[in-house]
């Protein structure tokens, strides 16, 4: 039997695989203060941002909100933690156990404005099943 951390490897690897759209794929995991997400499994080019602050970038509003946060150009967006200059587009899905967010789904693409309301919709669908893992 795989790991958590090699099954959540292995959503990622699937995402990015099957979508041409999504270059970054990754799980951040909430740590036990509450106040910073750390990251985890993921898939494609490595980051710098291995713990970010709740509140800060797009994964941190994503957390301080507690609902999906969609940045369609990235470069319009003033509180955002660059992770590659190729990155146009963000999509951070909380994931949430027992009601508390216990860390999210990051996906980041090369192309502006690529990600519609299938990609939400099944993004977070992605992100209850990954609740148990993370
Ligand atoms: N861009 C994110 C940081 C994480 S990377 O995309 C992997 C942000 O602004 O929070």
Redesign the pocket.
């Known amino acids: 039997m795989e790991s958590p951390e090699a099954r959540l490897r292995s959503v990622c690897s699937l995402l990015r695989d099957c979508v041409p759209w999504y270059d ?1 794929v ?1 799980f ?1 995991a909430m740590d036990v203060t509450g106040a910073e997400l750390v ?1 985890g499994p ?1 898939c494609g080019e490595p ?1 710098e ?1 291995v713990r ?1 602050p709740v509140g ?6 994503a957390a301080a909100r507690g609902e999906t946060f969609l940045v369609n150009d ?1 470069s319009l ?1 003033q ?5 590659s200059a190729r ?1 146009n587009s ?1 999509i ?1 899905v909380p994931v949430f156990r027992e009601g508390r967010i216990v860390g999210e789904l ?1 996906v ?1 693409s090369h192309e502006k404005a690529p990600f519609g309301n299938e990609d939400r919709a099944f993004l977070e669908q992605v992100a209850v099943i990954a609740a148990g893992l993370l």
């Open positions: 970054w990754g951040y990251l993921f980051t941002h970010i800060r970038g797009i994964c941190g509003q990235v967006e509180n955002y933690l660059s992770c990155v963000e951070v990051d980041d």
